[in-house]
């Protein structure tokens, strides 16, 4: 290129400029983070041949690329800064486009292309801006990892967190058969958990649950549905409404009502009916004698034969399922009827069926005379071998466990392990209360490996705990650990199971009643009774007053007023 005279002189720059430049093109690209971007760059390899090509970051220098991230010679890669750059192109057929994997928001900036053509001036040049832009986070995936009667125990993997940290997680459980506007919904504040255990829930029910992850960008779609139903569990009540009934001088019929629903934790199986003959000269009961019923209808009965004349006999029943026995009913003694001869008259009959009632309708309760007998010899062989068995070994000693945090109805715990005894430790086990309970009426437990220091757990029914923590070997358990006492959520808060509390012993609240009416009436009917008498008293002295002719005498302060005369009281 020749330039002539001065006149032609910015014609030439403007030319020699855009040689310089060689035709550069740029181009913008938009992706999210945690995708694959292929950012385009082609030659024309049939008419040049292979040739060398670069990609770098930032703005094309006048040769090479700045901040190289790959190179080629035009067959294959002679370099580049990360496995993540590659060319998925045909290199032979000239597509040099740039693939970055898994792009992040810090791959975002300016890239450029330079394919070296041969002579001044010639290289193709080709500029794009990428930016990449995190998102929520991905959906979590939950799987169960225990399942107990009272709670169960989820984990999950971490999941992609959009290009942002993660920064809590959000747990929703519902019954069922509800919907999921009624369910609990749990914060989770540190990220770095992968697994959480839900206590205080009903036995032999089923729930859904659902998690959610958290960025600075939103929340996450939810998580796969999970549907656990916790195991059985011995039944938490005794049969209702149990009666007996004298038949005849052998016989006695029971009848009675399962326990309530929601104290039932799982299908009722069968009923477990003892009884036994008192004996009143002795003042004690004798032995048991067992029944076993199946669990069929909703009002079951059973008579019991081959008894003894004229004898109280005391039964309990209780309920079971297939995870244990529950508490047993109360009921008075009943006796059985008298022997009737043949030559029994009927008021005679009557007299003996009157007794048998007054006789059902005995105060004394069976139950608190079952409770005050024990096996003692047993008792004490039991006890002696277990001494015997811990003898032998060291048992761990146990954890000291503290509290980390309590966020609502969750709460988090941190234990340090102590000396592992005569074998390594297996494991933890937590036991966990109400606050007035005794242990003997532990709520739930909760396993723990030997490695695990610290859990966060969710009450569903906020309100105020006791927790204490044992280690295990294969020899031995410690003795309990510190106990906390832990108080989740707020008053009046939604309950997962959606039901009325009420009290677990129909015959409990019924004796709370009459005990509380019978103070009642023991102080109004005295009073009443009193104020009666005093108004009789009165107005029958009155009228003999009224009715009387005579002499009256008033004691007055002043003196005493006496009135003689024929008129009554009345008229004076």
């Known amino acids: ?18 040689l310089l430049l060689g035709g550069v093109s740029a181009q913008g690209i938009i992706a999210t983070v945690g995708t694959d971007v292929t950012l385009a760059c082609n030659y024309n390899a049939k008419y040049y041949g292979k040739l060398p090509t670069c990609w770098g970051r930032g703005p094309i220098p006048n040769s090479g690329c700045n901040n190289v991230v790959i190179k080629s010679d035009g067959t294959s890669v ?16 000239g597509d040099v486009s740039l693939t970055i994997r898994q792009v992040e ?36 995936k939950v799987e169960t990892r225990e399942v107990k009667e009272r709670a169960f125990t989820v984990r999950w993997t971490p999941v992609f967190d959009g290009g942002r940290p993660i920064t809590s997680y959000r747990i929703d459980i519902k019954n069922k058969q509800a919907s999921w506007d009624t369910a609990i919904t749990t914060e989770i504040s540190n990220p770095e ?22 960025n600075s ?57 003892s009884y036994r003959e008192y004996d009143p000269e002795g003042r004690q009961f004798k032995r048991w004698q067992h029944l076993s019923v199946s669990a069929t209808r909703e009002v079951e009965s059973i008579i019991l034969g081959n008894l003894k004349p004229s004898t109280r006999y005391g039964v309990i029943i209780q309920a079971k399922t297939n995870a244990g026995i529950g ?22 009959s009557m007299s003996a069926s009157t007794a048998a009632t007054l006789l059902i309708e005995d105060s004394t309760s069976f139950t608190s005379v079952h409770t005050t007998t024990t096996d003692k010899p047993v008792t004490a062989v039991t006890h002696w071998e277990d001494i015997t068995d811990i003898s032998t070994s060291v048992p761990p000693d146990p954890p000291v466990v503290e509290l980390k945090e309590v966020r609502g109805n969750a709460f988090s715990l941190l234990w340090t392990p102590g000396f592992e005894g005569d074998s390594p430790i297996t494991g933890y086990y937590l036991e966990y209360k109400a606050v007035h309970a005794l242990w003997d009426y532990t709520k ?31 020899l031995a358990t410690s003795k309990a650990s510190n106990i906390l006492t832990i108080t989740t959520g707020e008053s009046g808060q939604r309950t997962i199971d959606l039901v009325t509390t009420v009290s677990t012993d129909t015959h409990a609240a019924a004796s709370v009643d009459e005990s509380q009416s019978g103070h009642l009436t023991a102080i109004v009917v005295p009073v009443v009774l009193v104020v009666l008498t005093v108004a009789v008293v ?29 008129e009554s009281l009345q008229e004076l």
């Open 193 to 214: 958990l992968t697994q959480m255990s839900l206590v205080d829930l009903r036995p032999a029910k089923t729930y859904n649950l659902r998690m959610f992850a958290t």
């Open 327 to 348: 508490p047993a009913s109360s009921a008075p003694l009943c006796s059985t009827l008298e022997e009737v001869h043949r030559t029994t008259t009927p008021s005679t």
């Open 217 to 273: 960008m939103g929340m996450s779609e939810a998580s796969n549905v999970l549907t656990v139903t916790t195991k059985e569990a011995a039944p938490d009540g005794p049969p209702l409404d149990m009666e007996l009934v004298a038949l005849s001088p052998q016989s006695i019929k029971v009848t009675w009502k399962p326990p309530r629903l929601e104290q039932r934790n799982g299908v009722l199986r069968s009923y477990s009916i």
């Open 105 to 140: 928001e810090g791959d975002s900036g300016m890239y450029g292309c330079r394919v070296e053509i041969p002579g001044w001036f010639n290289d193709h040049k080709h500029e794009q801006t990428l930016t990449v832009m995190a998102v929520r986070p991905n959906p979590v």
């Open 444 to 474: 739930t437990v909760l396993d723990f490996s030997p490695n695990q220091t610290e859990a966060t757990i969710i009450e569903m029914n906020p309100s105020t705990y006791n927790v204490r923590m044992f280690a295990k070997n294969s």
């Open 538 to 566: 009165t107005a029958w002295q009155l009228r003999r007053i009224k009715q009387k002719k005579g002499s009256l005498s008033m004691w007055l302060p002043g003196g005493a007023l006496r009135y003689r005369g024929p």
């Open 78 to 93: 002679t370099s580049r800064l990360s496995e993540r750059y590659l060319f998925m192109g045909d290199l032979s057929a």
């Open 1 to 18: 290129m020749i330039c002539l005279g001065n006149r032609h002189l910015p014609v030439c720059l403007s030319l020699f400029l855009c």
